[in-house]
């Protein structure tokens, strides 16, 4: 069975960064397009960024030019590098592949505050 492993999570002030790292079980990460999904309390889950196995990314609106999504193909690992984050941003970060019923990870809490 496929399971995800997010972690980098952390409380950090705003205009700080992140690294966000995503390890899978059960699948080779790259050979399947990725995504960071995001969800705020109260809030529905979104997908903030993607990458498909050949390295085009895409992003969405409200992170663009402060977010980058990486993969590192040797480690199997999928990254988020997150900065000059706002308190917006606060939510539980998940990576998943898009367009599969995989069961969703634990993620990885983010806080940004003062």
């Known amino acids: 069975q496929v399971q995800f492993v997010e972690s980098g999570g952390g409380l950090v002030q705003p205009g700080g960064s992140l690294r966000l790292s995503c390890a899978a079980s059960?699948?080779?990460?790259?050979?399947?397009?990725m995504g960071w999904y995001r969800q705020a309390p109260g809030k529905q889950r979104e997908l903030v960024a993607s990458?498909?196995?050949?390295?085009?990314?895409n992003y969405a609106d409200s992170v663009k030019g402060r977010f980058f999504i990486s993969r590192d193909n040797a480690k199997d690992t999928v990254y988020l590098q997150m900065s000059s984050l706002k308190p917006e941003d606060t939510a539980v970060y998940y990576c998943?592949?898009?367009?599969?019923?995989?069961?969703w990870g634990q993620g990885t809490q983010v806080t940004v505050s003062s």
């Open positions: 998943h592949r898009p367009y599969f019923a995989d069961p």
């Open positions: 059960g699948i080779i990460l790259r050979n399947y397009a």
């Open positions: 990458i498909l196995s050949g390295g085009s990314t």
